[in-house]
């Protein structure tokens, strides 16, 4: 994928938001980080040479200023980004929302549907310290066509594409829990399932699913990555549970992954999804870490692996299992997705609910089933009729069976 079609997506949708020509954006983020090989793009997302700090982060780089026509080196800290799309927003924020001492500085930019005027509008508000700017932006966006970019039109969506992978299939060998109670796809399947459900509730989301959802085909990696490149997706997770082998363990635990090289991107996208999955599961944050997964090194988009507990860890196992539980990754994946990419909820859309908690279960009311049962074991003064649903210990249960005994021989010596 070439730069221009890299950030094009993210340029869309800044220029939609600002009203600000995306030939414009495109032109400018090809002339300052020169095609986004610069040492600055490289290393913070930052195509603009915007300085300072983004949310507390900064990198520092040794660039050159045009001052007096004349060009100096100069040593300064510059905007560290997570994506394209702050460092393109921010370009774009500034053509609107103009600066501390003239708020209408670029007003001239902003609507301006003629790249040429825009193109000007930037250099006459001083944009740029090179006197070429105007005549430079035109040629690139002339050359490279990009004016393509600007048609805003019926078929030509400006959607976030997400790409959504439940992991392996429903036969793959392993994948499973020690006790075959759980196939790996059939968690990851319904999650995957859920999360759909969830990004349908936001504005602005197209999605696409990379595996089988009958699970009969393990839909190999590569199939799964080309479709998510050729579709163009702006963000791919996969999703899984974890295990350490195929017997029982008591790993546990919630992890997310990134490619080796850590692209920005994802590292943020997978600290946002990370967080929220510990935050709503309250299980073992085992941290963003990297891996040289297939999944992971052939997407071309923001991607990430969430390892959702231990299918070789009982416990986890049933929390697995469970369907509130399942509801409850999917929404973290997707609220981390929401943070990442700034998604608003559909208006009038009710959001699926989340399934009674298992562990919210009144223990102190008797099933409906169980009640006669119960209350005549109370009445026999077996129980003290307190927790009818809860677990019993070996000592409660030692008290129970003594009274049970006493009761009885009584009975028994009757005869
Ligand atoms: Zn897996």
Same mark, same amino acid.
């Given at each position: 994928m070439s730069f221009i079609e890299e950030i094009a997506p993210h340029a869309r949708k800044a220029a939609a938001e600002s009203d600000v020509l995306a030939s414009l954006i495109l032109a400018q983020a090809v002339l300052e980080s020169a095609w986004g090989t610069s040492e600055l793009a490289q290393k913070g997302?930052?195509?603009?040479?915007?300085k300072g700090e983004y949310k507390g982060q900064s990198v520092m780089i040794i660039t050159s200023e045009f001052v007096n026509g004349k060009e100096i080196k100069v040593n300064a800290a510059f905007r560290k980004y997570p994506s394209w799309l702050e460092s393109i927003r921010d370009l774009t924020d500034k053509y609107v =929302?103009?600066?501390?001492? =003239? +708020? *209408?500085?670029?007003?001239?930019?902003?609507?301006?549907? *003629?790249y040429r005027k825009a193109a000007w509008a930037v250099k006459n508000a001083g944009y740029?310290? *090179?006197?070429?700017y105007a005549e430079k932006l035109i040629g690139v966006i002339e050359t490279n066509n990009l004016?393509?970019?600007?048609?805003?039109?019926?078929?030509v969506d400006l959607d976030l594409r997400i790409a959504i992978d439940a992991g392996h299939?429903?036969?793959?060998?392993? +994948?499973?829990a020690p006790d075959d109670s759980m196939r790996e796809f059939h968690f990851n399947s319904v999650v995957a399932k859920y999360v759909v459900e969830e990004l349908?509730?936001? /504005?602005g989301v197209l999605v696409e699913i990379t595996h089988d959802p009958s699970g009969i085909r393990d839909i190999p990696l590569k199939e799964r990555t080309d479709k998510a490149n050729r579709w163009g997706a702006d963000a791919f997770v996969s999703i899984h549970a974890n295990a350490v082998g195929s017997a029982w363990s008591n790993a546990n635990g919630i992890e997310t992954y990134v490619y080796t090289s850590k692209p920005a991107g994802a590292v943020a996208l997978a600290t946002k999804v990370q967080a929220a999955l510990i935050a709503s599961t309250g299980l073992r944050d085992r941290g963003v870490k990297v891996a040289n997964f297939h999944v992971l090194r052939e997407t071309k988009m923001d991607a990430i692996l969430v390892e959702?507990?231990?299918?070789? =860890?009982p416990a986890e196992l049933a929390l697995l299992k469970s369907d509130s539980y399942r509801r409850k990754c999917a929404q973290a994946i997707v609220s981390g997705l929401a943070k990442q990419f700034g998604l608003k909820k559909k208006s009038g859309v009710v959001a699926p609910t989340v399934p009674k908690e298992e562990s919210s279960v009144d223990k102190n009311k008797p099933s409906a089933w169980a009640k006669k049962d119960w209350d005549e074991a109370v009445a026999n003064g077996y129980?003290?009729?307190?927790?009818? /649903?809860d677990n019993i210990t070996r000592e409660e249960m030692a008290v129970v069976v003594n009274r049970l005994r006493n009761n009885l021989l009584p009975l028994i010596y009757k005869k």
């Open positions: 997302k930052n195509l603009f040479g915007i =929302n103009g600066v501390s001492w =003239n +708020k *209408d500085l670029y007003r001239a930019v902003v609507g301006e549907k *003629d740029a310290t *090179d006197p070429k004016t393509k970019y600007d048609v805003n039109t019926k078929g299939g429903n036969n793959t060998p392993g +994948k499973r349908r509730t936001y /504005q959702c507990g231990f299918m070789d =860890n129980f003290d009729g307190t927790r009818p /649903q």
